[in-house]
Nanobody, 123 residues
Framework: QVQLVESGGGLVQAGGSLRLACAAS????????MGWFRQAPGKERELVAH????????YYEDSVKGRFTISRNNAKNTVWLQMNSLKPEDTAVYYC????????????????WGQGTQVTVSS
């Protein structure tokens, strides 16, 4: 079992920044690739950013490229999502998830999920 707890969400004005954190406990954190997803009301959960187990490989959804940065520290069992130049369309509940095997875009492939943290960007 891996327990994931997100923090850092909140209300911010457009153009502002937030840093989300996902703290992991339980099984070996470095065995898992990590993803940040978001889900807005009435929309499907979508992958925003992904980082492999070592931190040497990352992926970003097109709409966040150049604005969001994913990083991890395996010694601290934590993955972060730095979000800059936030837009109202970034408003969603953000989830971190741990992936052992499978496609990074397949929501059902992820083994563990956090409870989510709300990000609201006002215009």
């Amino acid at each position: 079992q891996v327990q994931l707890v997100e923090s850092g969400g909140g209300l911010v004005q457009a153009g502002g920044s937030l840093r989300l954190a996902c703290a992991a406990s339980g099984r070996t954190f470095s065995n898992f690739a990590m993803g940040w997803f978001r889900q807005a009301p009435g929309k499907e959960r979508e992958l925003v950013a992904h980082i492999n187990w070592s931190g040497g490989g990352t992926y970003y959804e097109d709409s966040v490229k150049g604005r969001f940065t994913i990083s991890r520290n395996n010694a601290k069992n934590t993955v972060w999502l730095q979000m800059n130049s936030l837009k109202p369309e970034d408003t969603a509940v953000y989830y971190c998830a741990a992936l052992r095997f499978g496609s990074i875009w397949n929501v059902t492939a992820y083994d563990y999920w956090g409870q989510g943290t709300q990000v609201t960007v006002s215009s």
